[in-house]
């Protein structure tokens, strides 16, 4: 299926555009069939996007919208016949208020662009992701992304105090309030965030600023189990400053470690759970007084095993990549599964425990790789055989997910659904929050113009 | 219109029920139609919520769901006809999870309760409200209470992980999650937070815990301006410790301390912006000291005008009356308009200062009271005339509400729209967003079961 002269006239009357040749110059993302429609809208303003879907209704085209093609689950996979409409071109950050601590911006502009430009501010978003280079704010609320700041800033739809969208209808949805108390019906905002661009077009975010902070310092720990991890945990955030809390378990540490030279040092540790605590401070040796202030007595009465305060940034950037380094796993295995989910604190040791016997049960030399966000339970989780050989894969997503909701936990914390997620979706949701979703969407998007054959639909 | 006995008799058989003369016996709280249905049911489990909402679309009969009744919009308000669903005997706090610091807890418990229960572990369910003894879980969920602690724990919707609600078709919505991060595709439960029950009846939720203060100090401060009241508490928020910040023009402040038998105490300040901060620390004196700590410098370089820090329990609930006890300024001029709305922290004077012009301009003598939560820009704002002759309020209407949503503020803060702010809905909220919250409600309740005659409806 393909796109019309007629449709494609129009549209480049209406705003730059990508064809096929030019499509297939952009960096696809993740996911691979991201840029799989071979034509691409570039709107610089919120009336052209308006003009863009009021002519994709005229002749049915649907419409798959596009940040920074960052996301992990393939929400903005696309197909030959869709439009892709990419936000990039509508990138400007359009005020920021010091005194209110608030930043309004438009939707393309990337996470780095909004923390630089807070940042000289003295302030920061509150929110921050490995792919903030790329990432774009309307994709981080499309998607509602996570990531290592979430246990004490919240998540993007914490961060957001107002949001414009465009809708399917093409009306204007204008909800930029720059308060965090605004109680006005039903609050449809909440609904588009994290609605990975099913319900409308997300142009413009006002986001919520918090101090940045001063100087920091890293200190790598270890732990007999996550039950010690938990403990520091909430010890450590008492006493302030904690910036903070990744946590990895010894293989997943291993792992990276040997792929990037690191072995020695994740040898010298007792434990099966590692922990890179951040602690802020006014200068770095500020901050790691604090830091040492707090972790001492737990060293002293063996909650910790063992702990290495990074001395210099080379150390602390060392540290840093055994945790972000995460693609060492899929390099020494290649071609096995990754799984993002929520467990809570309480029953982390519990829950990689199940998981470990019933994947012995599954298959041998099955090599189970666990880390993540500590204050949020939130643990990316990696299962591959050996030699290139790897387990069956539903007994494996049963044993990874079928848990969790008993658990009080979730088989999807921070990538979102997209296509990766659909079948756990139908497994594992709420039947009634299904139909409740589905009943909105036939209500706001009768003609399923706006990012169709993704979750529930 | 009355209900039928063969309606009311199969009601009896589901649950407990009150007629007329049992229900006229119940406080009716701050509204004066909470009652006004005259029958009230009183379900015990979520299989009797749905019974009743069976029966109630069998007959037509509409539902008023009822908590605490300490909402100020009128939400709760109900009509001869309609049956009110009291959640009150549905108080159960289920399970604290300290490790995970999480409450599961039934709709009817109150806050009150709550927040014992889990200081008894030492945690805090992170919001808090004058109403607490009275105000239920439920009933702060579908309002999306605010209150004092909002600038630094969020209100409501931040506090809720989990929900489950029973939907007007009678099915039970079930999304009981303990954790931060579950991205499962659209956020059906931030739609029922806030909505009034107006899409279902809120049965229960699992809420994100705190560490409880250990102990607090609390200082008196007055200011020039409100922009020096924010410096301030910028200042002293990223030094840390700080609980809560509630700011008072001088001529609310001494309505009520004349009110209360405090006029020396105020008169003792300059200024025309008082401040309560309240910090914490390990012991009183602990907190104390942190205080004076970033207090002194900002005294010192006169961006504090005058400050006392209560030296005892006594005076600290002198100070905490002021900024409490506000119905006196009711007391001094009865029959005033009062307000509720958000206001950047950029704009307070601006705000507060065309405000008082306008209301020169619309008659003498308009006595303007301003108080409110500094962190949030939420002020309670009253508007009364001398002698009981109060100024046209429609022009005061416009004098406050007019301006706020240019400035990025909102027209309805924390108390939420009910009966009172309907007007103001339709005159301030986005035509796009209205039209948006009325497909969904035709969508998921086309009868209009659930609480009628409200909000956009």
Same mark, same amino acid.
């Given at each position: 299926?393909?796109?019309?002269?007629?449709?494609?006239?129009?549209?480049?009357?209406?705003?730059?555009?990508?064809?096929?040749?030019?499509?297939?110059?952009?960096?696809?993302?993740?996911?691979?069939?991201?840029?799989?429609?071979?034509?691409?809208?570039? @709107?610089?303003?919120?009336?052209?996007?308006?003009?863009?879907?009021?002519?994709?209704?005229?002749?049915?085209?649907?419409?798959?919208?596009?940040?920074?093609?960052?996301?992990?689950?393939?929400?903005?996979?696309?197909?030959?016949?869709?439009?892709?409409?990419?936000?990039?071109?509508?990138?400007?950050?359009?005020?920021?208020?010091?005194?209110?601590?608030?930043?309004?911006?438009?939707?393309?502009?990337?996470?780095?662009?909004?923390?630089?430009?807070?940042?000289?501010?003295?302030?920061?978003?509150?929110?921050?992701?490995?792919?903030?280079?790329?990432?774009?704010?309307?994709?981080?609320i499309s998607t509602n992304?996570?990531?290592?700041?979430?246990?004490?800033?919240?998540v993007m739809r914490?961060?957001?105090?107002?949001?414009?969208?465009?809708?399917?209808?093409?009306?204007?949805?204008?909800?930029?309030?720059?308060?965090?108390?605004?109680?006005?019906?039903?609050?449809?905002?909440h609904l588009l965030i994290g609605a990975e661009?099913?319900?409308?077009?997300?142009?413009?975010?006002?986001?919520?600023?918090?101090?940045?902070?001063?100087?920091?310092?890293?200190?790598?720990?270890?732990?007999?189990?996550?039950?010690?991890?938990?403990?520091?945990?909430?010890?450590?955030?008492?006493?302030?400053?904690?910036?903070?809390?990744?946590?990895?378990?010894?293989?997943?540490?291993?792992?990276?470690?040997?792929?990037?030279?690191?072995?020695?040092?994740?040898?010298?540790?007792?434990?099966?759970?590692?922990?890179?605590?951040?602690?802020?401070?006014?200068?770095?040796?500020?901050?790691?007084?604090?830091?040492?202030?707090?972790?001492?007595?737990?060293?002293?009465?063996?909650?910790?095993?063992?702990?290495?305060?990074?001395?210099?940034?080379?150390?602390?950037?060392?540290?840093?990549?055994?945790?972000?380094?995460?693609?060492?796993?899929?390099?020494?295995? @290649?071609?096995?599964?990754?799984?993002?989910?929520?467990?809570?604190?309480?029953?982390?040791?519990?829950?990689?425990?199940?998981?470990?016997?019933?994947?012995?049960?599954?298959?041998?030399?099955?090599?189970?790789?666990?880390?993540?966000?500590?204050?949020?339970?939130?643990?990316?989780?990696?299962?591959?055989?050996?030699?290139?050989?790897?387990?069956?894969?539903?007994?494996?997503?049963?044993?990874?997910?079928?848990?969790?909701?008993?658990?009080?936990?979730?088989?999807?914390?921070?990538?979102g659904i997209?296509?990766?997620?659909?079948?756990?979706?139908?497994?594992?949701?709420?039947?009634?929050?299904?139909?409740?979703?589905?009943?909105?969407?036939?209500?706001?998007?009768?003609?399923?113009?706006?990012?169709?054959?993704?979750?529930?639909?």
């Amino acid at each position: 299926m393909t796109l019309s002269d007629e449709f494609l006239g129009a549209l480049e009357d209406l705003c730059p555009v990508r064809g096929k040749e030019a499509v297939a110059a952009l960096d696809p993302g993740f996911y691979p069939d991201n840029l799989a429609a071979g034509v691409a809208a570039h @709107p610089r303003t919120v009336s052209e996007i308006q003009a863009i879907v009021e002519l994709c209704r005229t002749h049915r085209v649907s419409i798959v919208p596009h940040g920074g093609r960052t996301g992990l689950a393939g929400a903005a996979a696309s197909m030959p016949g869709q439009l892709i409409v990419d936000l990039k071109a509508m990138n400007r950050i359009e005020k920021v208020d010091v005194v209110s601590g608030t930043v309004r911006v438009q939707a393309g502009a990337t996470l780095q662009s909004v923390q630089d430009e807070c940042a000289s501010h003295g302030l920061t978003p509150g929110i921050d992701i490995a792919a903030r280079g790329s990432a774009t704010i309307g994709g981080m609320i499309s998607t509602n992304a996570g990531g290592m700041e979430a246990f004490r800033c919240g998540v993007m739809r914490h961060r957001v105090l107002g949001l414009e969208a465009v809708l399917p209808d093409g009306s204007v949805f204008s909800d930029l309030t720059c308060v965090t108390k605004a109680n006005e019906g039903l609050d449809i905002k909440h609904l588009l965030i994290g609605a990975e661009g099913r319900l409308g077009i997300v142009t413009r975010a006002v986001l919520k600023l918090e101090q940045l902070p001063l100087a920091t310092s890293t200190v790598l720990t270890s732990f007999e189990n996550a039950a010690g991890a938990v403990a520091a945990f909430h010890n450590l955030r008492a006493a302030g400053n904690l910036l903070r809390a990744e946590i990895m378990w010894r293989s997943y540490a291993e792992s990276v470690a040997k792929d990037v030279g690191l072995d020695d040092l994740i040898a010298s540790f007792d434990g099966n759970v590692f922990v890179l605590f951040e602690h802020e401070g006014a200068t770095q040796q500020d901050a790691q007084t604090v830091q040492e202030d707090v972790l001492i007595p737990l060293i002293e009465d063996g909650t910790i095993s063992y702990a290495i305060v990074a001395q210099n940034d080379r150390q602390a950037s060392d540290f840093w990549r055994i945790r972000e380094d995460s693609w060492a796993v899929e390099r020494q295995r @290649p071609g096995g599964y990754w799984y993002d989910v929520s467990v809570p604190l309480e029953g982390l040791d519990q829950y990689v425990g199940e998981l470990e016997n019933d994947l012995k049960n599954i298959a041998a030399n099955v090599h189970l790789s666990c880390m993540g966000h500590l204050g949020d339970g939130n643990l990316h989780v990696t299962v591959a055989g050996s030699d290139g050989v790897h387990p069956d894969k539903e007994l494996v997503d049963h044993a990874v997910l079928s848990r969790l909701r008993l658990k009080g936990g979730s088989f999807s914390a921070e990538h979102g659904i997209g296509l990766e997620k659909m079948k756990a979706l139908a497994a594992y949701g709420d039947p009634a929050k299904l139909r409740f979703a589905r009943a909105i969407k036939q209500a706001i998007d009768p003609e399923s113009l706006m990012n169709p054959g993704k979750v529930q639909s």
